[in-house]
């Protein structure tokens, strides 16, 4: 399990069709990302990248992990920006202490 963030990084590597067009969606170094996927194939022990110096493909492998990948990673995404929503969203009990001519006059027309 200590190749997810690998995983996300190939997810847009494969989604690009570009190391340097990844690199710059993601902020990072090309030759970091280069490096890092593949630290990834040498761990799965298959190469998923066809790379030429005009393009890169994915090999039979990584169209399998890509598409498999491309779940994990969008799932976790979505659970993220999920849980962010949560915060931006103010929730639970609001106690309120005034005199009740105040609150007849003002919040009866906001909760009302």
Same mark, same amino acid.
Not at 15 to 20: D, G, L
Not at 92 to 97: A, D, F, K, W
């Given at each position: 399990m200590n190749h997810l963030n690998d995983m996300a990084l190939f997810v847009e590597v494969a &989604?690009?069709?570009?190391?340097?067009k990844a690199?710059?969606?993601l902020g990072m170094p090309n030759? +970091? !990302?280069?490096? &890092? %996927?593949? *630290?990834? *194939?040498?761990? %799965?022990g298959l190469?998923? !990248?066809h790379r030429t110096t005009r393009k890169i493909e994915l090999t039979e492998a990584g169209q399998l992990?890509?598409?498999r990948s491309k779940r994990i990673v969008d799932e976790a995404r979505l659970a993220h920006e999920q849980l962010g929503a949560m915060l931006e969203q103010p929730s639970?009990? !609001?106690?309120?202490?005034l005199p009740v001519d105040l609150? +007849? !006059?003002?919040? +009866?027309? %906001? %909760?009302?």
């Open positions: &989604r690009a069709r570009s190391f340097r690199a710059e969606a030759s +970091t !990302l280069s490096r &890092r %996927i593949s *630290e990834l *194939e040498k761990a %799965i190469r998923l !990248l992990y890509y598409e639970g009990v !609001l106690r309120v202490s609150a +007849t !006059l003002y919040l +009866t027309p %906001i %909760i009302g």
